[in-house]
């Protein structure tokens, strides 16, 4: 248990359509093990979407027990499908912004004007931002104070441009976001496909792909335990 309760906010991606193929929303997975592993910690935790309420949901398995957990928890659910729209997030209350991936992320994070501002208030209060999968593509806007690019020099994983063609999705996507990472000044690495890869640059925390949720929130834990002036007031 921690001697400070830390206050996380995941985003969640609003977006539903998948280029007109399926369904897409945020990917459970990447919410669930996370989730889990703060919980565990005794986190707070909030959600946070781009048009606010329910936001769509893709990757549901029952199969593991985090997602059941999650998906048999009434009043969870209820909290995850009433998001707070960004107009109601106050920075200042949060030691961690975590964009959570899914493939919908591509259309609403990158833009979200209200969201970048949130996130470079908490990295500039000395708090964290992390994502993990496609939820980087909430990170390729975001600018400081200084008008610099918050990825621009640091070290940064994300869902990479041969991931996005093995799943023959790079022509449906509306950018690669390996490629616009790297042309923010990102220095992007990378695991083989589908491999567990995670990136803490300071109190920046990245993951590859789905199987890289879990390991990033253990990292993420270490690094807000043995760094107590990260906490907010």
Not at 73 to 78: T, Y
Not at 103 to 113: L, Q, R, S, V, Y
Not at 220 to 225: F, M
Request: net charge negative; with cysteine.
């Amino acid at each position: 248990m921690p001697s400070t309760t830390r206050n996380i906010l995941f985003v969640l991606t609003s977006h539903s359509d998948l280029g007109g193929l399926r369904p897409t929303g945020f990917y459970l997975p990447e919410l669930a093990h996370p989730y889990h592993v703060f919980a565990q910690a005794g986190y707070t935790m909030d959600f946070v979407s781009p048009q606010g309420g329910q936001p769509p949901m893709d990757g549901a398995n029952r199969d593991d027990p985090q997602q059941q957990a999650i998906l048999d928890d009434s009043a969870l659910m209820a909290r995850i499908n009433a998001s707070l729209h960004p107009d109601q997030v106050k920075a200042n209350t949060y030691d961690l912004i975590f964009y959570i991936g899914g493939h919908g992320t591509m259309w609403d994070f990158p833009n979200n004007t209200r969201l970048a501002e949130v996130a470079a208030q908490i990295y500039e209060q000395g708090g964290m931002v992390a994502a993990v999968c496609h939820g980087p593509a909430g990170l390729v806007n975001i600018r400081l104070s200084d008008g610099s690019f918050l990825v621009s020099g640091k070290r940064v994983a994300a869902f990479t441009n041969e991931e996005e063609q093995a799943v023959q999705l790079t022509l449906v996507v509306p950018f690669l976001l390996e490629s616009a990472l790297i042309e923010r000044g990102a220095q992007h690495t990378k695991a083989a496909n589908f491999q567990a890869h995670v990136e803490v640059d300071g109190r920046l925390a990245t993951g590859q792909n789905p199987a890289s949720a879990l390991p990033l929130a253990k990292a993420i834990v270490q690094k807000l335990e043995r760094t107590p002036e990260l906490a907010t007031d």
